[in-house]
């Protein structure tokens, strides 16, 4: 082999290379007329009937995707060959009825792998569970692929697709919206012109399958429509061709064994029956470890003092695999994979999920995937990674991917850029599924998990969400566990919303609290985590979906606004939730998405929301932290104390209690007793939750410092809902001083406002939310007290 060259020496030039490679077979494949492709994959332009139809919003990429040739990229940067063709493009387009036969004719003509309902499909109209989808085009295979078998390869389609070759059927139909398959159509092939036919029922929600958040609405911009989004019906993946010899690598598993230096791995392969693989891992061009064993079973190659992969350092190796019959190497692949660790540990007594060994705060966002121009595909592949590197912009490591599965191109963005991922099998409708359903879906998660198992940034796989199609949510933990131990597995995301059941058992347990951050601890066998929270809404004029028509969880005045409460929101997990247990938080969301306007971007993805920079800073004092030590403050229980204001200029001041209400006022050696009794409290274990506090007072005994509608009052009482609202956490303040939030509004804290007590809210509309001198008038210091 030639030496590379210096501007390969470094991760995924593999892949770059692979793609530079694949330009001599493509010279001379066609398309439908005629119209031949250049070397790069891209096609030349040709008189075409066909437009798009104009986006209800524009992104930055809407107006520079290829009319003819659509995402280009290589699409499977994890098995990489040398030749490939892109079938992306132009293709023959036709509508019939769902119980239809091939139609004679197709009268329109559509961009793939745009979905029906896109703007940048042409089509853009609604698609029900009456209309069966027909695609057609031709090709011919290069010259130097004689000798050679021919894949035909779907990145997805949804949902049930059947492709017909020169008149015959190419393998079986396959049932699935969300996982690539694969034919073999060698023996379909005539030698010169081939036409390529595909049909597509998408039954949406009136199936059983796995769905998402897709429903069959209008695609024009409409009022309503929540947490449900359009539909998105047929090819929606790059369709491509790939020679292969006829003993070939269909996929590469690969897990890290930091433990023992070294990377297991699984070459798996068809017809291979008496073959050898040879594994490869090399960084910067040299070799760093390489070794030969069966195919079809695991075996390991050596990565001695492997550079770890990170989200601060995401470094990833180039790995080759060979299929050696005998001496000869008949079939070779490229991929890449990173070293890395995940896991469950104890942390300063808490259970908590690691990375290579270590507790890192996971802080992520809901990522759903929508495009207002492509719907499920993204319109280019910068639009892809854009998304991704807007989660590491603002200081987020982590992105839940949100029952939808993203092309093999988004996982490698994020391998990339590093980030960690959860990612979220779609679910079913939301009634409970029937005997046809649950083994369709399980066997798609299957897949799913294959065809993604290799990705170092994928950390856990989440089952389903808020019970939606719950059903057996034990038993899928076990069995999803059992197929890929490699990592985290959550059995339910939001166990304590909307009726779902939990399974009990998984690495996590997972709270869903808007706005949150709520109070989610851990078990004795699970890590606590708040697998959705935030929802902070904002609309930005000329930027909706559907102007006047989004909603959020909580709407803000401003931008201002918005900044204060989300940090406000990302402190108190730092300061409060972290150290009593919280390990991850996934805020809602990354963008808007249709009328939702909750986004930290709109969803024409123009506008970003959020001062970055603060966002950023907030985040990253939330990972920090989870560094060093994230043992709570504790405070002395069973003592009487008085609490001192700090804010300059009232620090004679102290909390006490009149009328039933609390206030601040000063106090001085001078004062009355009863003055001094009122300023006096007693520290006790909290009634909610042993790990933070209450305050008993003084001189009523039972009576305590409790929040109601915002105002803090001295009251007696019972119940749940008056010991949490009796309940307060100390967190770290300037100067040795203490703030106290609010146990079960963590984002709240006590606060005096014109000698008041309230809780105030970072970020809030209320008049005890000014800014102003906010975390003065917020920390406490600790003292003597009056009345001992």
């Given at each position: 082999m030639r030496p590379m060259s210096p501007a390969l020496?470094?991760?995924?030039?593999?892949?770059?290379?692979?793609?530079?490679?694949a330009t001599t077979a493509l010279a001379a494949l066609t398309l439908v007329g005629g119209t031949a492709l250049t070397a790069t994959g891209t096609a030349k332009a040709a008189p075409q009937a066909w437009t798009p139809k104009p986006s209800p919003m524009t992104t930055p990429w809407t107006n520079e995707v290829p009319t003819t040739t659509p995402l280009p990229e290589y699409p499977r940067p994890q098995l990489t060959r040398p030749d490939w063709a892109n079938l992306n493009g132009i293709w023959d387009f036709a509508v019939t009825s769902a119980d239809a036969g091939q139609p004679a004719t197709f009268t329109e003509q559509i961009r793939v792998p745009f979905v029906a309902e896109s703007a940048l499909s042409g089509i853009q109209r609604r698609i029900t569970q009456n209309d069966k989808l027909w695609y057609k085009r031709t090709f011919t295979v290069p010259a130097g692929w004689n000798g050679r078998r021919v894949q035909l390869h779907f990145g997805a389609s949804d949902w049930r697709t059947t492709v017909w070759v020169n008149g015959r059927q190419a393998g079986a139909a396959h049932s699935g919206g969300f996982d690539a398959f694969s034919h073999d159509i060698t023996d379909l092939l005539n030698g010169g012109t081939n036409t390529i036919v595909v049909s597509v029922w998408d039954p949406t929600e009136t199936g059983g399958q796995a769905v998402g958040k897709q429903r069959i609405r209008d695609v024009a911009p409409h009022p309503g429509g929540g947490i449900f989004y359009t539909a998105a019906s047929g090819i929606w993946q790059t369709v491509w061709l790939e020679p292969t010899a006829p003993a070939h690598i269909t996929r590469l598993d690969m897990v890290p064994d930091l433990a023992n230096n070294r990377l297991k791995v699984t070459v798996r392969g068809a017809g291979t029956n008496g073959h050898q693989a040879r594994v490869t891992v090399s960084t910067g061009g040299s070799t760093v470890g390489t070794a030969t064993g069966p195919v079809g079973a695991e075996f390991t190659v050596p990565v001695p003092n492997p550079r770890l992969w990170t989200p601060e350092d995401p470094f990833l190796y180039d790995v080759r695999a060979d299929l050696l019959s005998g001496g000869t190497t008949v079939d070779s692949v490229g991929s890449y994979t990173g070293m890395r660790s995940v896991?469950?540990?104890?942390?300063?007594?808490?259970?908590?999920?690691?990375?290579?060994?270590?507790?890192?705060?996971?802080?992520?966002?809901?990522?759903?995937?929508?495009?207002?121009?492509?719907?499920?595909?993204?319109?280019?592949?910068?639009?892809?990674?854009?998304?991704?590197?807007?989660?590491?912009?603002?200081?987020?490591?982590?992105?839940?991917?949100?029952?939808?599965?993203?092309?093999?191109?988004?996982?490698?963005?994020?391998?990339?850029?590093?980030?960690?991922?959860?990612?979220?099998?779609?679910?079913?409708?939301?009634?409970?599924?029937?005997?046809?359903?649950?083994?369709?879906?399980?066997?798609?998660?299957?897949?799913?998990?294959?065809?993604?198992?290799?990705?170092?940034?994928?950390?856990?796989?989440?089952?389903?969400?808020?019970?939606?199609?719950?059903?057996?949510?034990?038993?899928?933990?076990?069995?999803?566990?059992?197929?890929?131990?490699?990592?985290?597995?959550?059995?339910?995301?939001?166990?304590?919303?909307?009726?779902a059941v939990d399974g009990g058992n998984g690495d996590i347990v997972d709270h869903h609290v808007?706005?949150?951050?709520?109070?989610?601890?851990?078990?004795?066998?699970?890590?606590?985590?708040?697998?959705?929270?935030?929802?902070?809404?904002?609309?930005?004029?000329?930027?909706?979906?559907?102007?006047?028509?989004?909603?959020?969880?909580?709407?803000?005045?401003?931008?201002?606004?918005?900044?204060?409460?989300?940090?406000?929101?990302?402190?108190?997990?730092?300061?409060?939730?972290?150290?009593?247990?919280?390990?991850?938080?996934?805020?809602?969301?990354?963008?808007?998405?249709?009328?939702?306007?909750?986004?930290?971007?709109?969803?024409?993805?123009?506008?970003?929301?959020?001062?970055?920079?603060?966002?950023?800073?907030?985040?990253?004092?939330?990972?920090?932290?989870?560094?060093?030590?994230?043992?709570?403050?504790?405070?002395?229980?069973?003592?009487?104390?008085?609490?001192?204001?700090?804010?300059?200029?009232?620090?004679?001041?102290?909390?006490?209690?009149?009328?039933?209400?609390?206030?601040?006022?000063?106090?001085?050696?001078?004062?009355?007793?009863?003055?001094?009794?009122?300023?006096?409290?007693?520290?006790?274990?909290?009634?909610?939750?042993?790990?933070?506090?209450?305050?008993?007072?003084?001189?009523y005994p039972g009576e305590y410092l409790r929040h109601r509608e915002y105002r803090v009052y001295k009251e007696a009482g019972s119940g749940d809902l008056f010991r949490a609202d009796a309940t307060f956490c100390p967190v770290r303040g300037a100067n040795g001083g203490v703030r106290l939030s609010a146990y079960n509004f963590p984002e709240q804290y006590l606060r005096h406002y014109d000698a008041q007590l309230w809780l105030a809210t970072p970020g809030g509309t209320h008049t005890w939310d000014n800014p102003a001198l906010f975390t003065e008038d917020t920390t406490w210091t600790v003292e003597a007290p009056w009345a001992p």
């Open positions: 020496r470094r991760p995924g030039a593999w892949l770059r290379r692979r793609a530079r490679w896991g469950l540990a104890r942390v300063d007594g808490l259970l908590r999920p690691v990375l290579n060994g270590q507790f890192v705060f996971q802080t992520g966002t809901l990522d759903q995937g929508y495009w207002p121009d492509g719907i499920y595909t993204a319109p280019t592949d910068a639009a892809l990674r854009h998304d991704l590197q807007k989660h590491k912009d603002l200081g987020f490591n982590m992105v839940r991917k949100h029952i939808k599965v993203e092309p093999q191109r988004w996982f490698y963005w994020a391998d990339r850029l590093g980030l960690l991922v959860w990612q979220d099998m779609p679910s079913m409708d939301l009634r409970t599924p029937d005997a046809a359903a649950r083994t369709q879906w399980e066997a798609e998660y299957d897949r799913v998990i294959d065809q993604h198992r290799s990705s170092p940034s994928l950390i856990m796989w989440v089952n389903q969400n808020e019970g939606w199609g719950q059903y057996d949510q034990a038993r899928i933990a076990t069995e999803v566990k059992a197929h890929d131990p490699s990592r985290l597995v959550n059995n339910m995301s939001g166990v304590n919303c909307c009726g808007y706005v949150g951050p709520g109070t989610t601890v851990p078990s004795a066998t699970r890590a606590a985590v708040l697998g959705e929270f935030g929802g902070l809404g904002l609309k930005v004029a000329g930027h909706e979906w559907y102007p006047g028509g989004g909603f959020s969880y909580e709407d803000q005045p401003s931008a201002a606004h918005l900044d204060n409460r989300l940090t406000g929101l990302l402190d108190a997990i730092r300061e409060v939730r972290m150290p009593r247990g919280l390990s991850a938080s996934v805020y809602t969301e990354i963008t808007d998405v249709e009328n939702e306007a909750n986004g930290l971007l709109t969803y024409d993805r123009q506008v970003v929301k959020v001062d970055e920079a603060r966002i950023r800073a907030a985040n990253r004092a939330l990972v920090d932290a989870s560094r060093g030590s994230t043992a709570p403050l504790t405070l002395p229980t069973g003592q009487y104390r008085s609490l001192r204001v700090t804010t300059p200029g009232l620090t004679d001041r102290y909390i006490r209690h009149k009328d039933g209400a609390a206030f601040t006022e000063v106090v001085g050696s001078a004062s009355d007793a009863l003055l001094k009794n009122d300023a006096t409290w007693r520290i006790v274990a909290g009634l909610a939750n042993s790990s933070c506090y209450s305050f008993e007072s003084r001189n």
